[in-house]
């Protein structure tokens, strides 16, 4: 051992105590505990949200198809709008709102040469009809109340009819002018 006087030996109750800077295993298993929780959290918030998106796209759908049957049917002039409530006719709509046309109508052509084809692209089923409580046939007033019952999807992507789709009324008044 040494003994000059500059190097002197330092007794452990002298030395400067070190802290250890590290988490305990207690802190970590919480800490991941927390992480787990929350990414399962946001995991489960996934699909609502996913179906809220989809819900709202097909809401933004069925509104485009609304508004393109509402204005077929204010293109018609008055016998044709009379000859729909009269005799109902089913229409049909793309989709996109793009075509709206009866069944048998050559606007479905442009869809496929194969009836499967034509049939896949017809997703909104549409037929206009009076509403007798609010004006009565009898009554012959100067506007008729008429409500359009659109039901979707009428044919499934491969062109098979859909039977029981859902079914939306959509109520709205026109004024169909008596001569």
Sequence with gaps: MDKSPGSRRVKASERPRLRHRAFSLVEVVVAIGVAAVSVVSVIALYRPIVEAVGEVRGLDETERAVRALEAAWNARDHAGRQA?????????????????????????????????????????????????????????????HVVLHVAWPAYTPVGVRVTEPAVQQHRFVSLVLRR
């Design 84 to 144: 729909w409530l009269d005799a109902p006719v089913h229409l049909f709509a793309s989709r996109d709102g793009r075509v709206v046309a009866p069944q048998g109508d050559a606007a479905w052509d442009a869809f496929g040469a194969t009836p499967a084809a034509r049939d896949a692209a017809r997703y909104y089923e549409a037929v206009f009809v009076r509403d007798d409580t609010l004006s009565p046939a009898a009554a012959n007033p100067a506007a008729v």
